[in-house]
C-alpha cells in the first residue's frame, strides 16, 4: 500500500513501502532525543543492597505471631481456602478449588489463594505456609518499586531512594508477613506500571529514530508503533492483578486511558497532522487488546479449577434451582450461568456491606484517612503479659501502621507530584500519578461501604516513587555546606539539598526501628506501648 509505515522492533524504525516520502507536517522541530538509561555498577551494588534488606526484613519473625497455632485476623479466611485448594489439587495444570465451608461465601477471585497454596504444599498448613509467598513477593514488590522509580528518572540515585523507602514501609512490611491478598495485587499492579514506563520509553525511540531519519511516512496518521512486548506485559501483569481482587479493574481502565493519552501526545510532539484520529486507529485498539482483552482472558483463567470442578461453588446453580427461574443466565450454559451467578453474588455481597445498613467495624477506616494513615489496622493483641520483672504490664500488639514519615507526606508527594508534571511538564511523574489516582480515587466513590486502611497498600508504591522523584530534585542543591570534615568524607563539596534527602531517609529508617515492635508484634512494656501511640485514633 502506498505510505504505508510500520515500525520494525527489531531494527527500532521504520519500513516504509515507498521511497523517501515527505513528514506529515511542516517544520516540525525534533524534540530532545530520548536518554537511554545504562545499567551500571551502582545499580547492581544499590539493588542488592536493597534486595537483601527487603528480604532479612520480610522473613524475621515471619512464623509470628499465630493465634494459639492458628491463623490471625483475615488470614483466617484466605489460608484455609488455600488448604482447600491444596487438598484438591489433583492436576498440576488445573489446581484445587476453595470450598470454605465455615465462612459462607469466597469474596475474592483465586489467584490469590492459589499462590498462598503453592507454598502451603511445600512447607504444610503451617505459618511459614501461609506466609512464605506473601514475604517473597513482598520483597520483590520493593524491588519493582526501585525499578520503577529507575526506569520514569532514569536515576540509580532515585531508585536507591525508593527502595529503602519502601523497605522502611510499615504497611508494604506488615502486607508481606501475613498470609493475606493484598500484596499480590500490588506487585502484580506495580509491575504493569513498571512495564508501561519501558513500553513510552520504547515508543519514543521508535518515533524519534523515525523522525530524524525522515521516515514518518505519508500518512496524516502517522507510522504505526510496530508489536509492543512490554505493554502486551503489562497487560498480563493487569490480568493478574485482577485475579486477585476486582480492584484490580481500577488500574486497567486507569492504565489503559493513560497508555492511549501517551501515544497521542507522542504523535503530536512529533508533528503528525492528525495525531487524534491517528492514536485512534493506529493504538486505540491494540491497546484495547493488550490492556483489556488480554487482562479478561487472564481473570477468566484463574477460574480454570473452578470450571474442571463439578463440586465448586454454584458450578451448577443452573440445575440445581440455584438460579430462578426467567433470569437471563437460564440462556447460558451451565458452567457460565454458575460463574455469572456467582460474581453476582459476589456483588452484593460487597455492595452490602454499607456503613447506612449497619455495617461498623472497630478498625473501618475512609479514603481521607488512609492519606495521613490516621486508622491502622490491628492484627493481633496479647496483652497482661509478664515482663522480666516479673509484672504483668507487657503486651505484643501488631497494627497494619504506615511509617509517619512517609504516610505523612502523601499528600504533599502527589501536590508535589502534579505541580511538577502540570506547571514544570516533568514527565517522571505522570505513571507514579495515575498509579496513585488508581488506587485512591475509585474509593471516594463509594465511601459508604466497609472500608479497611489495607485497601491503600496499592497506591502507596507510586506515593513512594513520588517522595523519591522530590528527594532526586534536592540532592546537588543548595548552597555548599560549610563543614570541613563533611567535604573532606564526600571528596567535594556537599550542599543543604543533599543534606536534606539524607536526613529525611535517616529520619524514614528511625521511625521505623521506633515502631517496629508494633510491626513486628514484640513484647513491650505497656508503657512504651502508649508512648508509640500518637493519635488517638490509632488505639
Keep these: 500500500m502506498r505510505g504505508c509505515a510500520t515500525l520494525s522492533p527489531r531494527l527500532n524504525q521504520v519500513t516504509i513501502a515507498t521511497a523517501a516520502p515527505s513528514r506529515p507536517t511542516h517544520d516540525t522541530v525534533a524534540p530532545p532525543a530520548p536518554r537511554a538509561y545504562q545499567w551500571g555498577k551502582a545499580d547492581w551494588i544499590s539493588t542488592s543492597v536493597v534486595g537483601v534488606l527487603a528480604l532479612i526484613t520480610r522473613f524475621v519473625g515471619l512464623t509470628a505471631p499465630v493465634s494459639k497455632g492458628t491463623p490471625v485476623f483475615d488470614e483466617k479466611h484466605y489460608v484455609p481456602q488455600a488448604w482447600d485448594m491444596v487438598r484438591s489439587w489433583d492436576n498440576l495444570f488445573i489446581g484445587g478449588i476453595e470450598t470454605n465451608p465455615g465462612y459462607g461465601l469466597v469474596v475474592h477471585p483465586?489467584?490469590?489463594?492459589?499462590?498462598?497454596?503453592?507454598?502451603?504444599?511445600?512447607?504444610?498448613?503451617?505459618?511459614?505456609g501461609w506466609r512464605f509467598m506473601t514475604a517473597l513477593f513482598g520483597a520483590a514488590t520493593v524491588l519493582l518499586t526501585m525499578s520503577l522509580a529507575r526506569r520514569v528518572s532514569l536515576s540509580w540515585q532515585v531508585a536507591t531512594l525508593a527502595g529503602l523507602i519502601a523497605v522502611f514501609d510499615g504497611v508494604l512490611l506488615v502486607s508481606s508477613k501475613f498470609g493475606m491478598l493484598d500484596i499480590f495485587q500490588v506487585f502484580f499492579v506495580v509491575a504493569a506500571a513498571w512495564a508501561l514506563a519501558r513500553d513510552h520509553n520504547q515508543m519514543r525511540e521508535r518515533l524519534h529514530n523515525a523522525f530524524?531519519?525522515?521516515?514518518?511516512?505519508?500518512?496524516?496518521?502517522?507510522?504505526?508503533?510496530?508489536?509492543?512486548?512490554?505493554?502486551?506485559?503489562?497487560?498480563?501483569?493487569?490480568?493478574?492483578?485482577?485475579?486477585?481482587?476486582?480492584?484490580?479493574?481500577?488500574?486497567?481502565?486507569?492504565?489503559?486511558?493513560?497508555?492511549?493519552?501517551?501515544?497521542?501526545?507522542?504523535?503530536?510532539?512529533?508533528?503528525?497532522?492528525?495525531?487524534?484520529?491517528?492514536?485512534?486507529?493506529?493504538?486505540?485498539?491494540?491497546?484495547l487488546?493488550?490492556?483489556?482483552?488480554?487482562?479478561?482472558?487472564?481473570?477468566?483463567?484463574?477460574?480454570?479449577?473452578?470450571?474442571?470442578?463439578?463440586?465448586?461453588?454454584?458450578?451448577?446453580?443452573?440445575?440445581?434451582?440455584?438460579?430462578?427461574?426467567?433470569?437471563?443466565?437460564?440462556?447460558?450454559?451451565?458452567?457460565?450461568?454458575?460463574?455469572?451467578?456467582?460474581?453476582?453474588?459476589?456483588?452484593?455481597?460487597?455492595?452490602s456491606l454499607t456503613s447506612s445498613g449497619g455495617h461498623h467495624h472497630p478498625w473501618d477506616s475512609k479514603p481521607w484517612a488512609w492519606l495521613v494513615a490516621a486508622r491502622p489496622i490491628l492484627y493481633y493483641s496479647s496483652t497482661d503479659l509478664q515482663c522480666g520483672d516479673g509484672s504483668n504490664e507487657c503486651r505484643k500488639m501488631l497494627y497494619l501502621f504506615g511509617t509517619p514519615a512517609i504516610w505523612w507526606l502523601v499528600i504533599p508527594a502527589v501536590l508535589w507530584g502534579l505541580w511538577s508534571?502540570?506547571?514544570?511538564?516533568n514527565r517522571s511523574f505522570l505513571i507514579p500519578l495515575v498509579g496513585f489516582a488508581a488506587g485512591f480515587l475509585p474509593w471516594l466513590a463509594a465511601f459508604d461501604r466497609q472500608m479497611y486502611f489495607f485497601y491503600a497498600t496499592a497506591f502507596i508504591p507510586f506515593v513512594i516513587?513520588?517522595?523519591?522523584?522530590?528527594?532526586?530534585q534536592l540532592i546537588g542543591h543548595g548552597k555548599p555546606v560549610r563543614w570541613g570534615w563533611l567535604k573532606s568524607l564526600a571528596g567535594g563539596p556537599v550542599r543543604w539539598g543533599t543534606i536534606a534527602a539524607v536526613f529525611y531517609l535517616a529520619l524514614v529508617v528511625a521511625m521505623f526501628f521506633y515502631f517496629s515492635p508494633i510491626l513486628y508484634g514484640y513484647k513491650i512494656p505497656d508503657s512504651w506501648y502508649h508512648s508509640m501511640m500518637w493519635l488517638p485514633s490509632w488505639t
Design 212 to 287: 530524524v531519519k525522515d521516515r514518518m511516512g505519508s500518512s496524516a496518521f502517522g507510522p504505526r508503533f510496530g508489536f509492543r512486548w512490554w505493554r502486551l506485559l503489562a497487560g498480563v501483569c493487569l490480568g493478574l492483578s485482577l485475579g486477585v481482587k476486582w480492584s484490580g479493574l481500577y488500574f486497567i481502565m486507569f492504565f489503559g486511558l493513560m497508555s492511549v493519552f501517551s501515544d497521542l501526545a507522542l504523535r503530536k510532539r512529533y508533528g503528525v497532522r492528525r495525531y487524534i484520529l491517528g492514536t485512534l486507529v493506529r493504538d486505540t485498539p491494540a491497546a
Design 421 to 425: 508534571l502540570i506547571i514544570r511538564r
Design 110 to 128: 483465586p489467584l490469590g489463594k492459589q499462590i498462598v497454596a503453592l507454598a502451603e504444599w511445600v512447607f504444610g498448613y503451617s505459618p511459614m
Design 465 to 472: 516513587v513520588l517522595i523519591a522523584l522530590a528527594l532526586g
Design 289 to 351: 487488546a493488550s490492556l483489556v482483552l488480554v487482562p479478561v482472558l487472564l481473570y477468566a483463567w484463574t477460574w480454570r479449577a473452578w470450571f474442571s470442578s463439578e463440586t465448586a461453588v454454584y458450578r451448577h446453580a443452573k440445575v440445581d434451582g440455584t438460579i430462578e427461574d426467567g433470569s437471563w443466565l437460564m440462556n447460558l450454559p451451565d458452567s457460565l450461568a454458575g460463574w455469572f451467578y456467582y460474581h453476582s453474588s459476589v456483588l452484593e455481597f460487597h455492595a
